[in-house]
């Protein structure tokens, strides 16, 4: 039997509509905040990875799905979004052509070859946002605001940890620091962190094979070796977050697993005592636009884990949509069904036929599995009558309407739908 790749999902049913509405909640909110959707292709040539993210990474060194295609390019499916976002604001001269800050959200899948488990797929979905053009540290505070927003929207509990990880002046000299201290512990570390120190020493802090930050407890961090720019912006950050009454605690262990970061870096762990559950992510990275080309734009921004997100909201959070459904108790009664579908399917409800003649018995019991709220039925009686029979499936109650008085039906369906919708906003 051919089944779904290893660590990719197929989704339908209810959890695809309550996935859905999660969606439509997410742009609601990402939308009036003034984002504005950004799509990208899947793909992207290879270079723009490893440039953008950067070699060392392990994204790109052991998690990028690559190929080569029918003229030989090397692409690779896309691991994050920033990236793509970046190459298209550079190709389409957003920065010329649009006011700053430009404000933008997706929302899509992205493919990382991780070992898969519970909350870490090999295709996830990530709503991410960008900011480019605003190098205050405010918006940043906005930015990790808006993650925050999303998840106070879904009713969960959370922890937002911040860092600074500085910039092209300070850094250099606090990872000369980790060099210094990590050196006399080669023989103590994993082999991936025994390369980091010469090629990544940063990532030593969030290592969680050899987790020198639970080891030692004289580890320098950056917050104690900021540049007096970084340390103002950082301070500024957590003023921000303050009165946006975002709780936040600093965490100088948050270094992030992609290279582009400069100043602000967070994370935000769902509390659930579980693995996997750092559900956003994200930063400042006032280079990478420069360095992928384009002209100096500072920029910040956060992608969150939608598997993450769904698997945190409850079960209940989405009542299942009402559905009304039509059948036919006899063969004569077909037409008349049609019709009434063709009436029925101008009007904003959600309603379908079954056009298989079927006992009255037969069709209460399909209706009920299938979770129908409203059966109309037409019969023998019906045809003659031009009526058709609705039964309320929760209640029992039952009502003749005349096969035109579809006004009539719709009013009423609305009417029930609006009591039975969970008002979500
Ligand atoms: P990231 O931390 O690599 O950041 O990913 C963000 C979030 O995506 C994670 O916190 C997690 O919830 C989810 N995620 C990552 N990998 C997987 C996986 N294999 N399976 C399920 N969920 C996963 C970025 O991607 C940056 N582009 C964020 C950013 C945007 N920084 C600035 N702007």
Redesign the pocket.
């Known amino acids: 039997m051919i089944k779904a790749v290893k660590g990719m999902n197929d989704l339908f049913g209810k959890k695809a509509y309550r996935w859905g509405r999660m969606e439509e909640d997410i742009k609601t909110i990402v939308q009036t905040a003034n984002f504005t959707e950004f799509r990208t292709p899947i793909v992207e040539e290879i270079a723009l990875f490893k440039r953008g993210v950067g070699e060392t990474t392990d994204?790109v060194q052991k998690e990028m799905y690559d190929f080569l295609d029918k003229k030989g390019r090397h692409i690779a499916m896309r691991p994050?979004?920033?990236a793509s976002v970046v190459r298209a604001f550079i190709e389409h001269g957003i920065s010329i052509n649009e006011p700053a800050p430009f404000k933008l959200f997706y929302i899509g899948p992205?493919f990382?070859y991780?070992r898969p488990q519970k909350?870490?797929?090999?295709q996830?979905h990530?709503l991410?946002?960008?900011i480019f053009g605003d190098d205050t540290p405010q918006m940043d505070g906005e930015m990790i605001f808006t993650a925050c927003r999303v998840l106070e929207h879904f009713k969960i509990d959370y922890e937002v940890h911040i860092n600074s990880i500085g910039c092209k002046e300070c850094r250099p000299v606090y990872r000369e620091k980790l060099v210094e201290y990590f050196s006399s512990k080669k023989d103590k570390l994993c082999d991936d962190c025994q390369k980091r120190i010469e090629t990544n020493p940063l990532r030593l802090l969030d290592c969680k094979t050899c987790n020198p930050k639970e080891k030692y407890q004289d580890i320098p961090v950056m917050t104690d070796h900021l540049c007096e720019i970084c340390d103002d912006h950082f301070k500024k950050l957590q003023k921000s977050l303050e009165i946006f009454h975002v709780k936040g605690v600093i965490d100088p262990f948050i270094v992030?697993?992609?290279d582009y970061?400069t100043r602000t870096a967070f994370?935000i762990v769902a509390n659930t005592g579980g693995s996997?559950n750092?559900?956003?992510?994200?930063?400042r990275?006032d280079n990478l636009v420069s360095d992928i080309g384009g002209v100096d734009t500072p920029a910040?921004?956060?992608?969150?884990?939608l598997?993450?997100l769904f698997d945190l909201i409850p079960e209940d959070f989405y009542q299942p949509p009402m559905i009304s459904a039509g059948y036919a108790l006899c063969e004569e009664a077909v037409d008349d069904l049609v019709h009434f579908a063709k009436h029925m399917s101008h009007h904003p409800v959600t309603f379908f036929a079954d056009y298989k003649p079927r006992k009255i018995k037969k069709v209460l019991q399909k209706a009920d599995r299938s979770e129908i709220s409203f059966v109309f039925m037409v019969g023998e009686n019906e045809v003659k009558n031009k009526t058709v029979l609705m039964k309320n499936m929760k209640t029992g109650e039952q009502k003749l309407y005349g096969q035109h008085e579809v006004i009539l039906i719709v009013r009423d369906l609305m009417k029930a739908e609006a009591n039975f919708l969970k008002k979500n906003f």
């Open positions: 994204v994050e979004g920033t992205f990382r991780e909350g870490r797929y090999r996830f990530q991410g946002i960008e992030r697993g992609l970061y994370e996997q750092a559900v956003a992510g994200g930063g990275y910040t921004g956060f992608a969150m884990g598997e993450r």
